[in-house]
């Protein structure tokens, strides 16, 4: 008898392989349990909802009864790689048309185009909108994409994660009014799951639209969509803390402009003008020097030693929101020795700015060297604020495993600026601070960068940050929302944040 259903099973995989699809029909994965395949096409269905965690309990069953299926390991919830997986596939049994959806997977990630495949497969599989869509996910050219998307669209009407991905792609083309009826369709199509508010909140921050997108993100929230918690928590401080005046920002370059003009005039009273008491001034070298009278010593010893017959500043940048600002741009000059030898420099400045009893004044300055800054390196900074985001997931207790790697996002250096201008300068004492919150729970910690601009081997950020925390022990949360300005440092690398002023 266990050798008759071993064979039927058998001819079952057998039979499985050497299908080709008819129009009307979905691929049938290669795999000797039906069971499987249901438990597939739920994992993806729920995929394209956002609901993970679901999703990949599901896969992990399909898992369990076939490890050797090819779509079980593509769909796989590990650490390995898309191409660890399809190395790792290579010479599973697989259809001539699950091959063919290999093939255009293989070919996204390599950035080559995979229309070829798409195409190939979407006529046999016209009705299966699922797999169809997944092939256009990775696609590396956005109007190949969008035409395949479209495709999909016209076969299947009713299908609503074609038009919330065909949204997002609107966007990336900034077709806002295509985009917001894909959205709309899609809500329309799933008005009793969460995801279509959640993609339709990201279209109302796009936009702008802050207070709508905080109500779209509660309501996905209260239908049970977690990230949704957080993305309405920064919506909500987007709109507390809005960007700087274009008033601002002439006053904040007059300032700026003024305290170079003080190091030609030896004028500490001008330079003092414009500046807090706890101002802090950051050498080439990351050394710090705390404190507006401290500084004026340190000019004083300049000017001891000569003068400076030019201080320039060209201004590249202002950033900011709510009462705080990032400048940066170059500085140049020429200093003068008792000796009568001249020497030149040419680099970099940044300076944070804050406005208090309405007037803006310096709380950073910073000279440094000069260096790239590319498109990667703003990619990597919002990587960071990203990762830094999610270190504390929701109602996980803060453990010093979880401290230290928030510590390494810092440099030694590091200098935090609380909204009262008191500081509290190096890594070690930030640390000693952070143990405030150990054995606590984070509902969520967020940083959301709005604006980075960078020059040379260093950044500015400008963006809103968010908290909800438990302290060990207490019943009662502590939420907290603040608009903050950062300056980030290259090294080897590797971004790292060396000075955060919250609001």
């Keep these: 008898m266990k050798g008759l259903q071993f064979s039927l099973v058998m001819a079952l995989v057998l039979f499985t392989s050497a299908v080709t699809g008819q129009k009307g029909e979905k691929l049938k994965f290669t795999t000797s349990s039906n069971e499987v395949s249901q438990l597939l096409r739920e994992a993806i269905d729920n995929y394209y909802m956002a609901n993970m965690s679901k999703a990949d309990e599901l896969v992990k069953k399909a898992q369990q009864k076939d490890p050797d299926c090819a779509f079980v390991v593509l769909m796989g919830p590990d650490e390995m790689t898309y191409q660890q997986k399809l190395d790792k596939i290579q010479g599973m049994k697989m259809s001539a048309d699950e091959q063919l959806f290999m093939d255009g997977f293989q070919a996204n990630l390599k950035g080559e185009s995979s229309v070829n495949y798409f195409n190939q497969f979407f006529k046999k599989y016209p009705k299966d909108p699922q797999l169809s869509l997944w092939l256009t996910f990775f696609m590396s050219n956005l109007d190949e994409s969008v035409a395949c998307n479209d495709k999909i669209i016209k076969s299947n009407k009713k299908f609503g994660p074609a038009y919330n991905m065909m949204g997002y792609k609107q966007m990336q083309l900034k077709n806002m009014d295509e985009a917001q009826k894909c959205f709309d369709k899609y809500l329309a199509l799933e008005p009793d799951h969460a995801n279509p ?3 339709k909140g990201d279209w109302f921050m796009a936009n702008g639209m802050l207070k709508e997108a905080g109500e779209s993100f509660d309501k996905a929230a209260a239908m049970g969509m977690k990230v949704s918690i957080k993305k309405a928590a920064i919506a909500k401080a987007r709109g507390k803390f809005t960007e700087i005046s274009e ?47 401290n500084i004026k010593a340190n000019l004083e010893r300049r000017y001891n030693n000569g003068t400076y017959s030019r201080a320039d500043i060209k201004i590249d940048d202002v950033i900011g929101l709510g ?40 709380i950073v300055s910073h000279y440094y060297e000069d260096g790239t800054f590319t498109d990667e390196d703003k990619t990597k900074i919002k990587k960071l604020c990203q990762s830094f985001s999610s270190l504390y997931d929701f109602n996980v207790k803060v453990t010093e495993e979880m401290l ?36 606590g729970e984070f509902e969520f910690a967020l940083l959301n960068p709005v604006k980075i601009s960078g020059k040379g081997n260093k950044a500015v950020v400008c963006g809103v940050a968010c908290q909800k925390f438990k302290a060990k022990g207490s019943d009662e949360s502590q939420e907290w929302e603040s608009a903050f300005t950062s300056i980030l440092t290259k090294e080897d690398g590797d971004w790292k944040m060396q000075v955060w002023h919250w609001q």
């Excluded at 402009?257 to 190091?263: L, N, T, W």
Aim: charged share 25%; net charge negative; glycine share 6%.
């Design 197 to 199: 508010y959640d993609s």
């Design 323 to 362: 009462n705080i600002a990032a400048v940066i741009g170059s500085a140049n000059g020429d200093f003068k020795n008792n000796n009568g030898k001249e020497t030149s420099y040419d680099g970099n400045a940044i300076f944070l700015v804050d406005k208090a009893d309405d007037d803006w004044k310096i």
């Design 404 to 439: 230290k790697k928030q510590s390494a996002y810092f440099m030694p250096q590091s200098i935090e600026i609380y909204g009262d201008h008191r500081s509290n300068v190096g890594l070690p004492n930030m640390e000693i601070r952070w143990q405030y919150f150990l054995g």
């Design 247 to 293: 008033q601002d920002i002439q006053t904040i370059k007059d300032i700026c402009i003024e305290s170079e003009e003080s190091y030609v005039d030896e004028d500490f009273e001008k330079l003092s003008a414009v500046m807090h008491n706890q101002a802090i001034e950051i050498y080439k070298n990351n050394m710090v020097n705390v404190g507006k009278y």
